[in-house]
């Protein structure tokens, strides 16, 4: 107890059938403050440094047993050239600045189709993996038949190499489905955040195959680009091819005709048989010839230019464009301007003045090749309704003709018919062969719009598992056990530790912490309080006398009768009560001890006296009090030995001399102190309580069981006596500062100056 509060003798102490206790435990004993907990968790601190250091020891453990994995980075860059008709130059260069979400999502699921899986399992050779397919997995004999020279990052086995010649073609096609199936689900594409760039990870156990497998998945995504733009400009090309053949059928069917006709009209060359109108006749014959030549051959352009501008990145694969000086020279800025704006990304934001100049540059240049282009695809419909309406006004004149050619020859008018369609389908088969050979041509230069900007490199450290993820959760979980653990174990403590435990469990005042001797001479133990009086043994000591005065509150009422008893023997009681009388006696007091203690009385053997008179002689009439009464030289005290007679000694205790004893030496001294056996053993301390004005419990410290301790103050209070107050002894000084509470003892280790141990 903190001497600093004084004890209300008036106060009716808490009994352990009273409201403050709950099976043998006070009804706060499990509200605990910050402070409290705190200091239970520094109590504890060896449990939880030990849980702690176990979850890690488990956490490594552990992760050695998990096989590392690696994931390796490359990046893609989308080069967005599409380019809108028909806009006004701000919201033109607004619509291209504009990143579009749609494209890169369409991006990254061509890159997770199985359709390309497949074509990134045949081209890494993965079928054979075992990595990928089980078949190998465990097929050591097979792994090394075709393990790979050192250097190669994993063995390789083609798809339709000799392993699978002998299955059959289902079971093939199943197990490259499964190969795909698991490279896919490693596969990790994603678009970066406010860019046109796009992130390719592939996670493999082998550093370099994770970088070679996410190098080639960039390659033929690449090659795929490429290959689906000149599948676009071979769909064009076909269709000039099959339109070609067809006016080749054409042209040599009508030059047939042509020839067939003047055979059989016996026509020749160089006759003419029409005078000067037909041969005005077929001066408009030749010019509406022409004319709808030149309607066949722009239509046919114009054809083009609508085909190729249904694919908007091929527009410019064009005759006319690529004739035209001034697209070629603004395409060629272009280039510089991407190149230098390629340059300048790799060195600042996307929002640097230098960048934004560029982007702005080339939305300009862009702005002015469309509205070029759409200048000539309108001089081309120009041109196509100049040349049919020529055609019109050459059969107008044709017509306003035939009136006076009713007199040439129809086998002319056929002839010059034939002749004319026959010209007018070579014309055209010359025009579409042209286009041909430009598209053929355009075919070969085309690029992909898209290119690698960085390239995976073997990842030097693992993706999985995170050790430091790892190594942070098994020791907030191991803590955390740690804590649990501390509060289980500070729970199921069932002995005492200090004086708060004490007086909240009992309700009764704990007056003193008594610390531990070290071992020595049972003698020289009794005289320690004697040879060592500023030790912190000779203070709890002097602590506890005092305690016991002020409890009475006034002089008068002070006690002087003080019976000391425990629950089990050893607990110091014998070796208190001489301390105590001992310190009395030196303070001035006039102290007597009796040793009470009559089944097995040790007092006289601790301070090597005789007891050939003592308590027993006086009760049982063979001495007088006089006689018994016995000098302690180094103090001055009074001592009255006892002897064992355990068959009677309830008897002598508790008959009327006894009685009469108590009260004759109260009047003749300050202090009697009863040392008495231990009340759970036998029943003599509750008779020699009675004799008393105070009863001193002790306790054994972190011994003690708590229930034994109530169940021993019970048989006193069962009785009504209330009088008691408690007393720690045997206190391990080191270990009670080490758990933190802040009782005297803690100041006993914390200010060994104020002691001379």
């Known amino acids: 107890m903190n001497t600093d509060t004084p004890y209300n003798a008036h106060q009716p102490p808490q009994t352990r059938a009273g409201p403050g206790y709950r099976q043998g435990f006070p009804a706060n004993d499990l509200d605990m403050d910050m402070r409290g907990l705190l200091l239970m968790f520094w109590r504890r601190r060896m449990v939880i440094l030990a849980c702690l250091l176990l979850g890690l020891s488990l956490m490594a453990i552990a992760m050695s047993f998990m096989k590392s994995h690696y994931t390796a980075k490359a990046l893609i860059l989308i080069e967005n050239k599409t380019q809108q008709k028909g806009m006004e130059e701000f919201q033109s260069f607004m619509t291209y600045m504009r990143q579009d979400p749609s494209l890169i999502l369409g991006e990254i699921e061509i890159l997770r189709s199985r359709t390309i899986g497949r074509k990134f399992v045949e081209r890494l050779n993965l079928l054979s993996d075992p990595e990928f397919n089980p078949r190998f997995k465990y097929n050591d004999e097979l792994a090394s038949q075709n393990r790979e020279p050192a250097g190669q990052p994993f063995k390789k086995l083609s798809v339709y190499g000799s392993e699978l010649e002998n299955l059959p073609a289902d079971l093939v096609e199943k197990e490259i489905s499964d190969v795909v199936t698991n490279f896919l689900a490693r596969l990790n594409v994603r678009s970066i955040p406010g860019s046109m760039a796009i992130q390719v990870e592939y996670t493999s156990t082998d550093p370099n195959k994770a970088a070679l497998i996410a190098n080639t998945v960039a390659d033929v995504y690449i090659e795929q680009r490429l290959e689906n733009k000149f599948q676009a400009t071979k769909k064009i090309t076909d269709w000039l091819d099959q339109r070609l053949q067809n006016l080749r059928t054409q042209v040599q069917e009508s030059e047939s005709a042509v020839a067939k006709y003047k055979e059989k009209h016996n026509i020749t060359e160089g006759i003419r048989k029409s005078d000067i109108s037909t041969e005005q006749l077929s001066a408009l014959t030749g010019e509406m010839t022409r004319a709808k030549t ?235 309080v004697i040879a060592k009086p500023a030790s912190a043994v000779a203070e709890a000591v002097r602590t506890l006398r005092i305690a016991t005065n002020l409890r009475s509150g006034t002089a008068a009422t002070k006690p002087r009768c003080l019976t000391i008893t425990s629950s089990f023997p050893n607990e110091g009681t014998t070796t208190l009560a001489i301390w105590l009388g001992r310190i009395a006696a030196k303070s001035g007091e006039k102290v007597i001890i009796i040793d009470a203690d009559l089944r097995r009385s040790n007092i006289h053997s601790a301070l090597k006296k005789s007891n050939d008179a003592g308590l027993v002689d006086y009760l049982t009439g063979q001495k007088t009090l006089n006689e018994i009464i016995q000098r302690d030289d180094p103090s001055g005290a009074h001592i009255i030995f006892g002897r064992a007679i355990p068959n009677s000694a309830m008897d002598l205790l508790s008959g009327d001399k006894m009685h009469k004893l108590i009260a004759s030496l109260k009047q003749a001294y300050d202090l009697v102190i009863i040392d008495s056996p231990a009340c759970l053993a036998v029943s003599d301390a509750r008779v020699l309580a009675g004799m008393s004005d105070q009863l001193l419990y002790v306790v054994g410290w972190d011994s003690t069981p708590r229930d034994v301790v109530a169940g021993g103050i019970k048989q006193f209070t069962d009785m009504n006596f209330t009088n008691i107050s408690l007393a720690l002894t045997n206190v391990d000084v080191k270990r009670h500062v080490r758990y933190g509470y802040g009782d005297s003892v803690y100041y006993y280790g914390r200010y060994k100056e104020y002691y001379a141990d």
């Open 294 to 528: 030149k309607v066949a051959e722009t239509e046919a352009r114009l054809k083009e230019i609508q085909i190729l501008a249904e694919q908007p990145g091929l527009i410019e694969t064009t005759l006319e464009t690529a004739s035209s000086p001034l697209i070629q020279n603004l395409k060629s800025r272009q280039a510089m301007a991407e190149s230098s704006l390629s340059e300048l990304s790799t060195r600042y934001g996307p929002r640097h003045p230098k960048i934004l100049k560029v982007k702005s540059e080339l939305g300009e240049l862009k702005s002015q090749i469309e509205t070029e282009i759409s200048k000539i695809a309108k001089s081309i419909e120009n041109e196509v309704i100049f040349a049919k309406a020529r055609v019109t006004a050459l059969e107008n004149g044709l017509t306003d003709y035939a009136g006076q050619q009713h007199e040439n020859n129809e086998a002319m008018i056929e002839l010059r018919e034939l002749m004319r369609q026959a010209e007018s389908t070579r014309l055209i088969y010359d025009t579409f062969l042209k286009s041909y050979k430009k598209s053929d041509d355009q075919e070969k230069l085309q690029s992909p719009e898209a290119r690698i900007i960085s390239y995976a490199v073997p990842p030097r450290a693992p993706s999985y598992p995170n050790k430091m993820l790892l190594f942070t959760l098994g020791a907030a979980i191991s803590f955390f056990i740690g804590l649990i653990l501390s509060i289980l174990i500070e729970k199921l403590d069932n002995t005492f530790r200090n004086a708060n435990q004490i007086e909240q469990m009992l309700g009764y005042p704990c007056h003193a912490l008594i610390p531990m001797v070290e071992s020595m001479p049972q003698t020289a133990l009794m005289n320690y």
